[in-house]
């Protein structure tokens, strides 16, 4: 055991610093800020494109395929210098989501096809999984496909896609057979948005982002090729995805950052003309913060460490989703406190002048809101402790 | 002892519940709060004609005779309905301050016209820097003839952009932070003088930075020795804003465990679920608490000054707790849809957010009862 980087680790470092020097004057202004702000599909591309022309940008993909190659350390190192530069994320439904069930399941077309066009950025990717009646219990999903000829015939709707404004393809998980167990009669589907019959509706959420859609399919034809897999297998490679999900939703570097920037705001916010830093109450809640913060990056560390020895991430993976989601909202939540009465005013509220109150409070509240779907999405935190629950301890 | 309301409490109750359920509808408060004057205006005009501006002004000014209590059960039905109509900043802070300061003349005219609705007050007490001491002030106002000139610019001041005057809190004396020095003044907002930046709020309110230059005021209350006054129409204020928040925490847990029984994942119901059954017994515990504190503050504000703020502060804490648990937790068990701006779930939830905040945080109140205990 060692906690050490060895001098290639080093060099390494050094080389992901000196790309993120370079990249960071060509990335448009802003973008480092809360994810929930409301960006231009070009906003959302130019740190993905910069990686694309890198070789940088599918971290977790074979190297067969475009990947990096990186080995766990690498990856940490990338993701803790690009959260402390405050790099904008890349978007996970093409990269970590879709394309991992594409080289894995997928046929050598499928791959040819999609991979590529994933990999530069050309093809924008949102996930339609979520029904308006199936939430946690995913596996109920009623969105029907009907076999007919070379083509499925797919009917139904799906809900809080992210971002399917800006989408050309979703991947799908359908009904195929509605006389089996529920798991049993779901396949998996890659539709292309533009096809006629799709109709995608804004919701807007508590900070008044367009952040999700309703996906409505209305006799939409998608052609036989265009399944993964086979026919009513689509559960086992929609729960590959979801364990993949769950175990890159930690955020543990970016969560670092936040923390830090939580303690910058502590040292220009004050009570009675001392910084609120040291005030005790502050101080206590912001060590609680990171002392739990250390112990998921450890936890997050022995996974993914055991995964480089060949051992896949199973069930444990959710106790990274819910630390790192009751972390990330906490941070946010102390925010809110910091700030005190310059987290009322909304940011959406002042159009092209400029807002009131410091620079850090603008959007602050919004992000506090935003951040509750965290403990919701990718399988809400109480599925997960149902997890641990019924495979982890066999209750 | 005795917890129960009068016949007209009761009434009072009955006839804001039925105004509010028949003029108030959540889908009419998204469309006024999202207009350009940000609420409907035939709502200040009925508020006065049903009595509820009058309620808690003695009837020798033109009021109703009523109190504490009658504010306490006018602000939780208004918070069940998410009321952005200034009643506190009006009738119990403006109120409050011309009650217990005002000098004869300052009563008859202006506790007068808060009870007919001819007024809408706003109270300019926090500034860029000083958070939740309400002694911490940049502010200034000089003797200038007879009356006061003000400097300063003052953060936040919620109904501001509605607001026909502002009660500002200034430095006559002494230096920042100290607590002899403080005095109170009214403002009128068309003063020479008076410059106002207004925005609105996360929580869909309206607010405004308003900044003083030379602008000139009239002294409520005494010169210098402003700071106990501003406590205990703080802490009268506290009692209301609790009163508000014991309303959202009413509709989510109503809401949520309504949700529960009709949602359902896995083929049951999701309110069958332990878990999740036990979680809504601890936001019910959390709104019962609340309404405990709150009557328990309502019922003190009376006291000497020391035991009132204990009180105030006792509320402001539990409440603090319980609105954030049950705030967060009604948005979590509704799921993707409690995320939405189009459910009322969210806005209740962003409103007990800002109520942690407004008077002083959770944790700048356990500093205080601590200090006084």
């Given at each position: 055991?060692?906690?050490?980087?060895?001098?290639?680790?080093?060099?390494?470092?050094?080389?992901?610093?000196?790309?993120?020097?370079?990249?960071?004057?060509?990335?448009?202004?802003?973008?480092?800020?809360?994810?929930?702000?409301?960006?231009?599909?070009?906003?959302?591309?130019?740190?993905?494109?910069?990686?694309?022309?890198?070789?940088?940008?599918?971290?977790?993909?074979?190297?067969?395929?475009?990947?990096?190659?990186?080995?766990?350390?690498?990856?940490?190192?990338?993701?803790?210098?690009?959260?402390?530069?405050?790099?904008p994320t890349t978007l996970p439904f093409g990269l970590s989501m879709v394309a991992p069930v594409i080289f894995t399941f997928g046929n050598d077309e499928q791959k040819k096809k999609f991979l590529p066009r994933i990999l530069s950025g050309e093809d924008w990717w949102c996930q339609g999984y979520s029904e308006p009646g199936s939430g946690s219990d995913l596996a109920s999903l009623r969105t029907k496909a009907v076999r007919e000829g070379d083509h499925y015939i797919v009917n139904g709707q799906k809900t809080w896609t992210t971002l399917a404004q800006f989408a050309d393809w979703i991947f799908c998980l359908v009904r195929t057979d509605a006389n089996v167990k529920q798991q049993e009669g779901i396949t998996f589907l890659l539709i292309d948005m533009k096809t006629p019959g799709i109709t995608v509706k804004p919701i807007i959420v508590l900070d008044g982002a367009h952040e999700v859609n309703e996906v409505f399919f209305d006799n939409v034809k998608v052609p036989v090729e265009n399944r993964v897999g086979e026919e009513n297998k689509g559960w086992t490679y929609a729960k590959f995805l979801l364990v993949n999900e769950r175990s890159g939703i930690a955020g543990v570097a970016r969560s670092k950052k936040a923390v830090q920037r939580l303690k910058e705001i502590g040292e220009?916010?004050?009570?009675?003309?001392?910084?609120?830093?040291?005030?005790?109450?502050?101080?206590?809640?912001?060590?609680?913060?990171?002392?739990?913060?250390?112990?998921?990056?450890?936890?997050?560390?022995?996974?993914?460490?055991?995964?480089?020895?060949?051992?896949?991430?199973?069930?444990?993976?959710?106790?990274?989703?819910?630390?790192?989601?009751?972390?990330?909202?906490?941070?946010?939540?102390?925010?809110?406190?910091?700030?005190?009465?310059?987290?009322?005013?909304?940011?959406?509220?002042?159009?092209?002048?400029?807002?009131?109150?410091?620079?850090?409070?603008?959007?602050?509240?919004?992000?506090?809101?935003?951040?509750?779907?965290?403990?919701?999405?990718?399988?809400?935190?109480?599925?997960?402790?149902?997890?641990?629950?019924?495979?982890?301890?066999?209750? | 002892m005795d917890f129960s309301y009068t016949e007209e409490q009761t009434l009072l109750r009955n006839s804001v519940s039925k105004?509010?359920?028949?003029?108030?509808?959540?889908?009419?408060?998204?469309?006024?709060?999202?207009?350009?004057?940000?609420?409907?205006?035939?709502?200040?005009?009925?508020?006065?004609?049903?009595?509820?501006?009058?309620?808690?002004?003695?009837?020798?000014?033109?009021?109703?005779?009523?109190?504490?209590?009658?504010?306490?059960?006018?602000?939780?039905?208004?918070?069940?309905?998410?009321?952005?109509?200034?009643?506190?900043?009006?009738?119990?802070?403006?109120?409050?301050?011309?009650?217990?300061?005002?000098?004869?003349?300052?009563?008859?005219?202006?506790?007068?016209?808060?009870?007919?609705?001819?007024?809408?007050?706003?109270?300019?007490?926090?500034?860029?820097?000083?958070?939740?001491?309400?002694?911490?002030?940049?502010?200034?106002?000089?003797?200038?003839?007879?009356?006061?000139?003000?400097?300063?610019?003052?953060?936040?001041?919620?109904?501001?952009?509605?607001?026909?005057?502002?009660?500002?809190?200034?430095?006559?004396?002494?230096?920042?932070?100290?607590?002899?020095?403080?005095?109170?003044?009214?403002?009128?907002?068309?003063?020479?003088?008076?410059?106002?930046?207004?925005?609105?709020?996360?929580?869909?309110?309206?607010?405004s930075e308003v900044t003083f230059e030379n602008a000139e005021g009239t002294l409520i209350g005494t010169a210098d020795n402003g700071l106990p006054l501003i406590e205990q129409v703080v802490d009268e204020a506290i009692a209301a804003s609790c009163a508000e928040a014991t309303g959202c925490m009413k509709v989510l847990v109503d809401t949520t465990?309504?949700?529960?029984?009709?949602?359902?994942?896995?083929?049951?119901?999701?309110?069958?679920?332990?878990?999740?059954?036990?979680?809504?017994?601890?936001?019910?515990?959390?709104?019962?608490?609340g309404v405990s504190i709150t009557l328990m503050v309502t019922l003190k504000l009376a006291e000497e000054a020391a035991e009132r703020a204990k009180a105030a502060s006792a509320a402001k804490v539990t409440i603090g707790k319980g609105g954030r648990f049950v705030g967060q937790q009604a948005v979590q068990i509704h799921g993707g849809i409690g995320m939405t701006d189009e459910l009322n779930v969210g806005h209740y939830f962003k409103r007990l957010t800002m109520l942690d905040t407004l008077f002083g945080s959770t944790d700048h109140h356990l500093k205080r009862y601590a200090s006084l205990s």
């Open positions: 055991m060692d906690l050490s980087f060895s001098p290639a680790e080093e060099a390494f470092r050094q080389e992901v610093r000196a790309f993120i020097a370079e990249a960071k004057p060509k990335l448009p202004k802003g973008l480092g800020a809360a994810e929930s702000a409301d960006r231009s599909k070009e906003d959302y591309l130019a740190w993905h494109k910069l990686l694309y022309k890198k070789g940088w940008v599918a971290p977790l993909w074979p190297k067969e395929y475009g990947g990096t190659g990186w080995n766990v350390t690498q990856r940490y190192i990338f993701n803790e210098e690009t959260a402390n530069a405050e790099m220009a916010e004050t009570i009675d003309g001392t910084p609120l830093i040291d005030d005790p109450d502050f101080a206590r809640k912001v060590a609680d913060l990171e002392i739990d913060l250390a112990a998921l990056e450890f936890t997050e560390l022995r996974t993914l460490a055991a995964e480089s020895k060949g051992h896949m991430a199973g069930p444990e993976s959710s106790i990274l989703k819910i630390r790192g989601t009751e972390i990330q909202q906490r941070i946010t939540e102390l925010t809110v406190e910091a700030i005190g009465y310059y987290a009322y005013p909304n940011e959406r509220g002042f159009g092209d002048n400029a807002a009131v109150g410091p620079d850090y409070a603008i959007g602050a509240a919004g992000h506090y809101f935003n951040m509750r779907k965290t403990s919701i999405y990718g399988g809400s935190n109480e599925i997960q402790r149902n997890i641990i629950a019924k495979a982890v301890l066999g209750l | 105004y509010l359920a028949d003029n108030y509808k959540f889908e009419q408060w998204r469309k006024f709060t999202r207009s350009d004057l940000g609420r409907d205006a035939a709502h200040w005009k009925q508020f006065a004609e049903l009595g509820l501006l009058a309620a808690p002004i003695a009837e020798e000014h033109g009021g109703l005779g009523g109190g504490a209590v009658e504010s306490l059960i006018i602000m939780e039905e208004f918070g069940k309905a998410l009321v952005v109509e200034p009643y506190v900043p009006t009738v119990v802070v403006g109120g409050g301050f011309f009650k217990h300061g005002g000098t004869d003349a300052q009563k008859s005219e202006w506790l007068g016209k808060i009870a007919a609705g001819e007024t809408m007050l706003a109270f300019a007490f926090a500034e860029p820097k000083g958070r939740y001491n309400l002694a911490d002030l940049s502010t200034t106002a000089k003797k200038s003839g007879s009356g006061y000139v003000i400097n300063g610019q003052k953060a936040v001041v919620i109904g501001a952009p509605w607001a026909d005057h502002f009660i500002v809190t200034a430095r006559t004396a002494g230096g920042q932070r100290d607590e002899k020095g403080v005095s109170v003044f009214l403002v009128a907002k068309n003063a020479k003088g008076v410059s106002v930046r207004d925005y609105p709020t996360v929580d869909s309110l309206r607010a465990v309504e949700y529960s029984k009709t949602r359902k994942q896995f083929g049951v119901p999701i309110g069958k679920f332990q878990a999740l059954q036990h979680r809504m017994v601890d936001m019910f515990v959390h709104y019962e608490q």
